[in-house]
């Protein structure tokens, strides 16, 4: 079996009349006697692969900063936001909606949720969800709408929220080292198959630490300005 051929340039297709066939998609040639030549992938099918894998990385890294920030905004401070709502899921004529899609919520002060739902008849599900979830908050339903107040969080409680968050933060870069190890295996994989030199490995794992280094620092930053949140009185 002929090996590949390197140097960034593309394998020579067989010109031996033996050769029954040859494929640009496949990565071998097979001849007449069942010998088989195996050819480089070109250098486009190469840029497709390494494409694919930083468009992955890029896509599950942004996902990993929104679940961080959803993951902070169910944390609630000393003041009221509707963002403390955005896990709250509503039993809506026996299907499970998100809150925010059957109601409007505001807040009229610094210390309380006001909920005006589309449909009023939803007023009695949308009390039994947040009843039935951890916010720890008594809904007023006065019939019309529904009024959440937002109590002052004690010393003790803010000291432990920010060890919560502080985990939830952990867990968000734990998530993109796991995207890192899993770009690394895929260019190992392309260095395996003859598709990448050592050195170019090197160079695209280097990119990958930079954009990586960059998304952790956007995990701090929002950790940061939540735990300010936090142990702001």
């Known amino acids: 079996m002929a090996g590949c051929c390197h140097k960034g340039t593309d394998c020579v297709k067989p010109t031996s ?32 692969e390494k494409s694919a ?13 929104e679940t961080v920030r959803d993951n902070f905004n169910a944390v609630r401070t000393g003041r009221a ?7 709250i899921e509503v039993e809506y004529y026996g ?11 505001s807040t009229p002060d610094a210390s309380s949720l006001l909920i005006q739902p589309y449909d009023k008849s939803s007023l009695k599900v949308i009390e039994k969800a947040i009843v039935n979830s951890d916010l ?25 929220l920010s060890k919560v968050v502080a985990k939830l933060a952990e867990e968000g870069k734990v998530a993109l080292r796991n995207i890192r ?35 952790m620092k956007k995990i701090d930053s929002i950790y ?8 702001t009185v």
């Open 136 to 160: 720890g908050l008594t809904p007023n339903n006065d019939g019309e709408v529904i009024r959440l107040s937002v109590p002052q969080l004690t010393s003790d409680r803010r000291k432990e």
């Open 224 to 231: 940061k300005q939540k735990e300010k949140e936090l142990l």
């Open 81 to 87: 936001n509707p963002s403390m709502l955005d896990r």
């Open 181 to 215: 190890r899993d770009a690394l295996k895929a260019y190992d994989k392309l260095e395996k198959e003859k598709k990448l030199s050592e050195d170019n490995v090197k160079d695209l794992s280097s990119d990958l630490q930079k954009v990586i280094d960059e998304y």
């Open 17 to 48: 009349a033996k050769a029954s066939s040859w494929s640009a998609a496949a990565n071998y040639v097979r001849l007449q006697d069942g010998a088989m030549f195996w050819r480089c992938a070109t250098i486009e099918e190469i840029e497709a």
């Open 53 to 65: 894998i930083e468009k992955d990385v890029k896509k599950r890294m942004e996902k990993t900063i």
């Open 95 to 105: 299907t499970p909606v998100n809150l925010k899609s059957i109601a409007q919520i």
